[in-house]
Every structure is written in structure tokens, then in C-alpha cells.
Antibody
């Protein structure tokens, strides 16, 4: 059974870059025709789609975040990652990684504060 | 891009049916048969309940069904049960990216 686990700093300073990793266990990040996505949720608010990456490294990003987002897949580590630059307090949220929307990590809270 | 429009809340009694609407535009919901629905309980990760408008992932009860007409998609929950009380989000492909609805709180009375 495939499981996903997000990891990364829980606190990021304004203007810096948020970096998260999603580790895949029980399956391979390079198998099948899956896509690997990131979704975030500010406290008490709704879900926001950040983007997705395929094993081929093809990416799709939310137009509102596109200038600040980068996603990649590391098949050697069975991981995929999210980088969000120039963060502000508005980027404070629980960040989830997913496999084709059907398997989700538990989420990790990232707070942007000095 | 704007979020899809969902009612803030819906409610129903056990055994009844409720329908949650999700209104988009001709650039997202109306353009593609790629609408998904997610259930989220407090403090938990979302769970995929419906994908590609009408399809159910393995393990999702057939009490949950999806449909679409024009720019509006719908999720119907039949035979309401207490555990169905949760937030529900629709999500549509919009041509290279996806957009979520604002979410609907389903209360089982």
C-alpha cells in the first residue's frame, strides 16, 4: 500500500524559499502513469491546488503561483519536492502531497514568520 | 482563475439524500469531464470520493454519486449516515491546471 510523507521546515522566514519533500513508500515514484501533486490549506480555509509533476518531469502549476513554484521528482530517492520562493504570511498553510489525488500524505504545517 | 462556487453548507437527516453543487465556467467544469470530489473530516487529509465526474475509487460506497450538466457539477450522497458529516470540495481541470471549489460543510442532523 502506497504511503506518502511530507517533510521540511515548519517555519520559514518571509522572502525566503519554502522547501518540502514528499517521500513515497510502498511503491515507486517512477512506476505507472501517476502524477504527483501538492495542495495546500490555510487554517480554517479551503483547498488550493499548487501544481503537479510527472515522472517525466513535466509540470503544471497554478497560474497564481507559477512565478514562484518549482516541482521535481527524484527517482533515486523515491521522492518528489516543492519549492515556493519569496514567501509571505499568506503562504502559511498545511501542505499536502498526493499521488494522482487518490493517495494523500498526512500534511505538514508550514508557518511563514520572522 | 476563480475558485469554483459551492454552497457554504447543506444538511440532511440520516437516510435522506443531499446534493452539493459546484458551479464553474465553460473554461473548467463545462469544458472537461475531469471533475473530482473530495471529503475532508476535521484534522484529516482529503479523501477522493469521485473522479472524472462520475467514477468512484475502490472502497467508496455507491451512496456517493457524481454528475454534471453544463458548467455545474453535482455530488449526491444518498442514505445519509452520521460519518458523512464532513467538508466536501469539488475540483476541476481547467486546461493545464486544476481549481478547487470553496468547500461545502455537510451536516447530518
Amino acid at each position: 500500500q502506497v504511503q506518502l510523507q511530507e517533510s521540511g521546515p515548519g517555519l520559514v522566514k518571509p522572502s525566503e524559499t519554502l522547501s518540502l519533500i514528499c517521500t513515497v513508500s510502498g511503491g515507486s515514484v517512477s512506476s505507472g502513469s501517476y502524477f504527483w501533486s501538492w495542495v495546500r490549506q490555510p487554517a480554517g480555509k479551503g483547498l488550493e491546488w499548487i501544481g503537479r509533476v510527472y515522472t517525466s518531469s513535466t509540470t503544471n502549476y497554478n497560474p497564481s503561483l507559477k512565478s514562484r513554484v518549482a516541482m521535481s521528482v527524484d527517482t533515486s530517492k523515491n521522492q518528489f519536492s516543492l519549492k515556493l520562493s519569496s514567501v509571505t504570511a499568506a503562504d502559511t498553510a498545511v501542505y499536502y502531497c498526493t499521488r494522482s489525488d487518490n493517495v494523500w500524505g498526512q500534511g505538514t504545517l508550514v508557518t511563514v514568520s520572522s | 482563475q476563480s475558485a469554483l462556487t459551492q454552497p457554504r453548507s447543506v444538511s440532511g437527516s440520516p437516510g435522506q439524500s443531499v446534493t452539493i453543487s459546484c458551479t464553474g465556467t465553460s473554461s473548467d467544469v463545462g469544458a472537461y469531464d475531469y471533475v473530482s470530489w473530495f471529503q475532508q473530516h476535521p484534522g484529516k487529509a482529503p479523501k477522493l470520493m469521485i473522479y472524472d465526474v462520475t467514477k468512484r475509487p475502490s472502497g467508496v460506497p455507491d451512496r456517493f454519486s457524481g454528475s454534471k450538466s453544463g458548467n455545474t457539477a453535482s455530488l449526491t450522497v444518498s442514505g445519509l449516515q452520521a460519518e458523512d458529516e464532513a467538508d466536501y470540495y469539488c475540483c476541476s481541470y481547467a486546461g493545464s491546471y486544476k481549481v478547487f471549489g470553496g468547500g461545502t460543510k455537510l451536516t447530518v442532523l
